[in-house]
């Protein structure tokens, strides 16, 4: 597959046909997120579903963050029109290439896997929860600081989360932020194998290689409908009920504010980082 038309992803297939790959290729600004990327994102997942060999796909990262989240320097303002319906229907059309690469994720008809190569942070640790199988490198943590944002659980965590790891650990995840490593992955259940970071992209190659010569592809691809297919409707509601949540937030103001003093904190510890 050429990866010509995209900018901020590497899209590829392995030589055989059966691996397709999605990497977050934005490792300067440790693969934050722009609305450029997240539409490229949603194109990327719909030319894999379509693809007519792939078995699998991976979504991981380049460089040491899978991805630290929404780029907090894009703006974040209520737009300001007349009545807080106008706002929202405003809001909702700048999210448009989020809602479809949710509806993207949870649809998707191949084995989606997601492979943490480094930190998850955000929005993109919330895709977790749509994985149907879950990999990590050691250097690997997820956070969701949305209460520290004046945010609320994204992309449908507060179902898919409970789904995977349980209701108290999901909880206090999504609301009270705590960071989870790569060990507390595997033990929660949320993860399904942890790998080395200086041999991760090997690693996962090498285990879903060895698992597709062991397994009929049909089969495999049967067995994801049949899993999937039942959480559908409950994952679709969690999103577009999350997704209103979101649009009343930022109707408060404080979300913008709130990005507004956390891109003037990076950018402080760049000047500070720049003077050593």
């Given amino acids: 597959m050429a990866n010509g038309s995209y900018k901020d992803l590497l899209v590829?297939?392995?030589?055989?046909?059966?691996?397709g790959y999605i990497k977050i290729n934005r490792p300067g600004?440790?693969?934050?997120?722009?609305?450029?990327?997240?539409?490229?994102?949603?194109?990327?997942?719909?030319?894999?579903?379509?693809h007519p060999t792939t078995v699998v796909t991976v979504l991981t990262g380049v460089g040491r963050f899978f991805s630290s989240g929404a780029d907090v320097?894009?703006?974040?303002?209520?737009?300001?029109?007349?009545?807080d319906v106008e706002k929202k229907v405003s809001r909702y059309s700048a999210f448009a290439s989020t809602v479809e690469y949710q509806r993207q994720l949870i649809h998707?008809?191949?084995?989606?896997?997601?492979?943490?190569?480094?930190?998850?942070?955000?929005?993109?640790?919330?895709?977790?929860?749509?994985?149907?199988?879950?990999?990590?490198?050691?250097?690997?943590?997820?956070?969701?600081?949305f209460s520290s944002l004046g945010l609320v659980p994204e992309?449908?965590?507060?179902?898919?989360?409970?789904?995977?790891?349980?209701?108290?650990?999901?909880?206090?995840v999504l609301t009270l932020g705590r960071k989870l490593t790569a060990s507390e992955l595997i033990s929660s259940g949320f993860a399904n194998r942890v790998f080395p970071s200086a041999t991760f992209e090997a690693d996962v190659?090498?285990?879903?290689?060895?698992?597709?010569?062991?397994n009929d592809e049909g089969s495999v691809l049967v067995g994801k409908k049949l899993i999937a297919q039942p959480l559908i409707p409950s994952r679709m509601a969690a999103v577009t009920e999350a997704n209103n949540e979101l649009m009343e937030r930022y109707l408060t103001g404080v979300p913008a504010k709130r990005f507004q003093a956390k891109a003037a904190e990076l950018a402080a510890k760049r000047k500070s980082k720049g003077k050593l």
Avoid: C
């Fill in 29 to 50: 600004s440790l693969n934050s997120l722009t609305p450029d990327t997240n539409l490229e994102f949603a194109r990327a997942l719909a030319d894999l579903s379509a």
């Fill in 155 to 172: 992309a449908g965590a507060g179902v898919a989360f409970v789904q995977g790891m349980g209701l108290r650990l999901a909880t206090e």
């Fill in 108 to 145: 998707h008809p191949k084995l989606l896997v997601i492979a943490l190569n480094g930190p998850a942070v955000g929005v993109a640790a919330a895709w977790t929860g749509f994985a149907d199988i879950l990999l990590v490198s050691d250097s690997a943590t997820l956070h969701v600081p």
């Fill in 12 to 19: 590829t297939v392995s030589g055989d046909g059966k691996i």
């Fill in 73 to 83: 320097r894009a703006s974040r303002a209520v737009p300001d029109l007349p009545t």
């Fill in 205 to 214: 190659e090498k285990y879903l290689e060895d698992a597709l010569k062991e």
